[in-house]
């Protein structure tokens, strides 16, 4: 059985079990585990064994089985499809279950824009202060603020999105002007890497712009720690 001593060497890990895609830092019962080189350990989960604190993500999934990861201990959830995950939030809500926290990720169009501001908590992947500006302006005032992280394109990647890592402490001061909003930390998708050398290289340039912004002096970043 997998114990939180071993998380370190999860990275890479899918769950597999009747139908459940993208279901990614999610460990809950009769869930079986898929391990790196691709083969099943075949062992069911209790809730204690793994419970990771960043989002579970799924492209669908029902009231019901939020239901019972929530159960097994999983508090935050990511969607990527924003019309989709309000749709979640309204039903799972509606079930009385509390205490979740929704994560929008993916790259964010303006029109969609409200909708995040209304339903969601979290948003990961900013990197354009127009969207920024729009989340702000239009989070509802008996809400918390909503908790930002920049998306940053380390590598390069032409189709990716991300600012540059040479903008993001620009757009780090513009978000924190921002009264509806709180810079939570940086995130980054990088392309897999051929050797583990080379993937520290690349996790050492988003540590360093994550560096940048925390050492800068500039205020608002009392919960920058993600």
Known sequence: RLRRAELGQLRGLKHQHEGWQKFEGLAIHEMHKRGIDGTIVNEALTPGDIILEHPAVRESLEAQSFAEAHAAGQRAFGENYVQEGVAKIDAVRA????????????????????????????????????IAQRLS????????????????????????????????????????????????????????????????????????????????GM????AFDT
């Open 95 to 130: 079930r009385g279950i509390e205490g979740l926290e929704w994560h929008c990720i993916g790259p964010l169009q303006s029109n969609k824009t409200r909708l995040v501001a209304e339903s969601f908590d979290w948003v990961q992947s900013i990197d354009r202060l127009k």
């Open 137 to 216: 302006d239009q989070r509802p005032a008996d809400l918390p603020p909503l908790q930002i992280c920049l998306q940053v394109n380390v590598d390069g990647g032409e189709t990716k999105s991300g600012c540059s890592p040479q903008d993001a402490l620009a757009l780090a001061q513009a978000i924190t002007a921002l009264p509806r909003l709180q810079l939570r930390g940086v995130m980054s998708i990088p392309d897999p890497q051929p050797t583990p050398d080379a993937m520290l290289a690349v996790h050492n340039k988003v540590a360093a712009v994550f560096a940048q912004i925390r050492d800068s």
């Open 219 to 222: 205020a608002g970043l009392d």
